[in-house]
């Protein structure tokens, strides 16, 4: 066999220093294997259930959710990352936190690619990155990975730092010198949210139910995925307390996290957008006559483009008392 012919091997601690380099505040590495059975379960009962709403490309390439190896040839190595974004600024325009930094999927992918090439170098091909836009279950990997743990909100969380995280992988035929270990014994086991039920007790649609996040309760989901108009009891849930009134996504169950108190205050992520909507001066009467040419230049390279412009004056009409977006 030729050199070229041999499974490259990755020093995790290498890999480790790279993703800090690239900007990331977390890494982990798996190895690349199906899901567990209990994940499986999870999202059997989830379809079953209907719990993805009309978000079909969630029910869509199973196999290669399952199973990295059907998504990457010869997969050995998935490399979890996370990528922070800072608290909600005061004076904050009433959308999602997340949604206020430059498009993750632009950024994160950026800094993921660099990092692969640095760690794989003139292995890298066969490998890929992924943040976001794939059939790759990222919560699942990063917690297989062990960089944090599921909570009741169904969200990432890193101990000591909180969920306010992106997530990205590297999936790599390479093998490493060393996997990481969950910190849980499973992935649905919240023993680390202890007794603490805040972020379903703040949920205004009840979306946090035992059997996991119900789409067709959530107002994220409301806000950003669907299409077509909302039903009536959003526009209360936008203005629930506890809770910042939000017409793009919402923060509940993140706010109210104890996880998410004191944790990272400062990351390398550029506010740029949120700067652009000082500039703006956005206010209920700016929002309500936004026009198709504010809205491009508004939210170029933002994430909020994900709810379309009919979307976005669909959640504005609502929020500010317009019937007329409702069912
Ligand atoms: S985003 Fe809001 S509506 Fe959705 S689960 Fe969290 S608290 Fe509930
Ligand atoms: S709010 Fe409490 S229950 Fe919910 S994820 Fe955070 S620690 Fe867990």
């Given at each position: 066999?030729?050199?070229?012919?041999?499974?490259?091997?990755?020093?995790?601690?290498?890999?480790?220093?790279?993703?800090?380099?690239?900007?990331?505040?977390?890494?982990?590495?798996?190895?690349?294997?199906?899901?567990?059975?209990?994940?499986?379960?999870?999202?059997?009962?989830?379809?079953?259930?209907?719990?993805?709403?009309?978000?079909?490309?969630?029910?869509?390439?199973?196999?290669?959710?399952?199973?990295?190896?059907?998504?990457?040839?010869?997969?050995?190595?998935?490399?979890?990352?996370?990528?922070?974004?800072?608290?909600?600024?005061?004076?904050?325009?009433?959308i999602a936190?997340y949604a206020?930094?430059?498009d993750y999927h632009?950024?994160?992918?950026?800094?993921?690619?660099?990092?692969?090439?640095?760690?794989?170098?003139?292995?890298?091909?066969?490998?890929?990155?992924?943040?976001d836009?794939?059939?790759?279950?990222?919560?699942?990997?990063?917690?297989?990975?062990?960089?944090?743990?599921?909570?009741?909100?169904?969200?990432?969380?890193?101990?000591?730092?909180?969920?306010?995280?992106?997530?990205?992988?590297?999936?790599?035929?390479?093998?490493?010198?060393?996997?990481?270990?969950?910190?849980?014994?499973?992935?649905?086991?919240?023993?680390?949210?202890?007794?603490?039920?805040?972020?379903?007790?703040?949920?205004?649609?009840?979306?946090?139910?035992?059997?996991?996040?119900?789409?067709?309760?959530?107002?994220s989901y409301?806000t950003i995925e669907h299409r077509?108009?909302?039903?009536?009891?959003?526009?209360?849930?936008?203005?629930?307390?506890?809770?910042?009134?939000?017409?793009y996504g919402?923060?509940?169950?993140?706010?109210?996290?104890?996880?998410?108190?004191?944790?990272?205050?400062?990351?390398?992520?550029?506010?740029?957008?949120?700067?652009?909507?000082?500039?703006?001066?956005?206010?209920?009467?700016?929002?309500?006559?936004?026009?198709?040419?504010?809205?491009?230049?508004?939210f170029?390279?933002s994430a909020v483009k994900r709810a379309k412009y009919?979307g976005l004056?669909?959640?504005?009409?609502?929020?500010?008392?317009?019937?007329?977006?409702?069912?």
């Amino acid at each position: 066999m030729s050199p070229k012919d041999q499974t490259p091997i990755l020093s995790a601690t290498h890999v480790k220093a790279a993703a800090a380099a690239a900007g990331f505040t977390a890494c982990g590495i798996a190895p690349a294997q199906p899901l567990s059975r209990e994940r499986q379960s999870e999202r059997t009962a989830a379809l079953r259930l209907g719990h993805y709403a009309d978000m079909t490309y969630l029910e869509r390439h199973e196999e290669k959710r399952i199973d990295p190896r059907e998504l990457v040839e010869k997969a050995r190595t998935v490399i979890s990352v996370a990528w922070p974004f800072p608290p909600r600024p005061a004076n904050a325009p009433p959308i999602a936190t997340y949604a206020l930094v430059p498009d993750y999927h632009d950024t994160l992918k950026a800094a993921l690619q660099g990092m692969a090439q640095q760690i794989l170098g003139e292995t890298l091909t066969g490998s890929r990155c992924f943040v976001d836009t794939a059939p790759v279950d990222e919560r699942y990997w990063a917690w297989r990975a062990g960089i944090g743990f599921i909570g009741r909100s169904g969200m990432l969380i890193i101990p000591r730092m909180g969920s306010r995280f992106f997530l990205g992988e590297i999936i790599t035929p390479a093998l490493s010198d060393a996997y990481d270990a969950p910190l849980t014994p499973d992935i649905s086991s919240h023993r680390l949210c202890g007794t603490c039920h805040r972020c379903q007790e703040a949920c205004p649609g009840g979306a946090l139910t035992a059997d996991g996040l119900d789409a067709r309760r959530c107002l994220s989901y409301f806000t950003i995925e669907h299409r077509g108009p909302l039903p009536p009891e959003t526009a209360g849930w936008m203005h629930a307390s506890p809770g910042t009134p939000l017409f793009y996504g919402c923060d509940r169950c993140t706010e109210v996290c104890p996880y998410n108190r004191g944790g990272l205050q400062e990351t390398a992520v550029s506010s740029m957008p949120y700067a652009r909507y000082a500039t703006a001066g956005c206010d209920a009467t700016f929002w309500k006559a936004l026009t198709l040419e504010q809205y491009r230049e508004l939210f170029r390279g933002s994430a909020v483009k994900r709810a379309k412009y009919e979307g976005l004056m669909r959640n504005i009409r609502a929020f500010y008392g317009d019937d007329d977006s409702m069912t």
